[in-house]
């Protein structure tokens, strides 16, 4: 149960009507589920309870502060990949003892904000970000701890765009280079190695792709102890898949067991950094219909989201079910569910059988939580939707609808060249 539920015949976000919350906030709507959120992120959390370890919440799947805190108040540590998301980070309250910093391009300030904030670890991706982090550190009369990123070259048979530990992937280092960057690493002023990371890619469904670059990385630690070097953490990143249409990724339980059984005889604190199992399925998006339309060959959907709302779809061909907020037994009709924007690639949904719905009534994008508003874009000065959190039967408004002002407030010099 994901605490999206029809009860009356109305589809409801916990104990509130969706179509309620529209009436209140207008669409189109992100709406979360705290409930939902809390259990995701326990189901993941405990599965490791047989190791030391640190849940750090991927912030890029959903930063918005209200899900931050939340889960913060579970006990979350987050991975952030920005000096922004750090900025978020902080902002709701999470110990800087909890975060880590993954990201090919990390500037130097971004570098100086995390190093004057203390955080736990810098995942370090290239030979140059351990050069700079190294001068940066010393010159703050700072030490930096950091893990490198291995790439492990294993397929995570996911999607091109999302899968990153392939050797042709930006990411890490190969395994040799590696090697060559701890030795560097225990020579420089400022730089304390003390763990390795890796992160395969997103939206695996099966448990092989880890387990195989668990294996490289193991080995790999007993080449780092051979080297007389201290190895504290173990970052195995996030990418654990969800549930969109058919696919049956494996249960967090099932994942937690696997490494548990591998690492228990090596005294490491394991690091997670999951982002769509906890966010994926906890949100949805809620969309009016403005207009039917049939073509000759095509029946259209037009709906009030957009590509700028929910780029999944467009991006990487994703599924997301869609279904009527109050469902009323139609005939089925093959559609494509698309927004007012002006592309071709702006769709919901392609040659997707859905009830034969009608101007004015509403619809749910089901698995929006996870890249969904953070993906989101004002193109075609389009506002971004608003988005509400959940919890019981009370339901606060965690980020307002933008309005024609924001759209231009940076822009207020523009007028007077
Ligand atoms: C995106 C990302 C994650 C989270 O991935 P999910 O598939 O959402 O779990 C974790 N770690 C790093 C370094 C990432 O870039």
Known sequence: MHFFEYVDGQLHAEGVPAAELVRRFGTPL?????????????????????????????????????????????????????????????????????????GVGKREAEIRQALEANILMFNVESMGELERLSSVASDMGKTARISLRINPDVDPKTHPYISTGMKKNKFGLDIEQSLAAYSRAMTLPGIEPVGIDCHIGSQLTTLEPFMEALDRIIRFYDRLKG???????????????????????????????ALVGVLKDHPMTLILEPGRVIAGNSGILLTEVVYTKKTPSKDFVIVDAAMNDLVRP????????????????????????????????????????????????????????????TMSSNYNSRTRAAEVLVDGDKATLVRRRETYDDLIALEKDALNG
Not at 235 to 250: A, C, F, R, S, V
Request: aromatic share 10%; proline share 5%.
């Open 30 to 102: 992100y709406v979360y589920s705290a409930a939902t959120l809390r259990r995701h992120f326990e189901a993941f959390d405990s599965a490791f309870a047989g190791l030391p370890h640190i849940t750090c919440y991927s912030v890029k799947a959903n930063s918005n502060l209200g899900l931050l805190k939340l889960l913060g108040q579970c006990g979350a540590g987050m991975d952030i990949v920005s000096g922004g998301e750090l900025h978020r980070a902080l902002t709701a309250g999470i110990p800087a003892s909890r975060i880590v910093y993954s």
């Open 227 to 257: 080297m007389g070097l201290r190895i504290e953490y173990l970052d195995l990143g996030g990418g654990l898949g969800i549930t969109y249409n058919e696919e049956e990724p494996p249960h967090p339980a099932e994942f937690g067991k």
């Open 314 to 373: 467009s991006l990487y061909g994703s599924f997301h079910a869609i279904k009527e907020v109050t469902p009323k037994g139609r005939p089925v009709l093959n559609v494509d569910v698309v927004g007012p924007i002006c592309e071709s690639g702006d769709f919901l949904a392609k040659d997707r059988d859905l009830p034969a719905v009608e101007q004015g009534e509403l619809l749910a994008v089901f698995s929006a939580g996870a890249y969904g508003f």
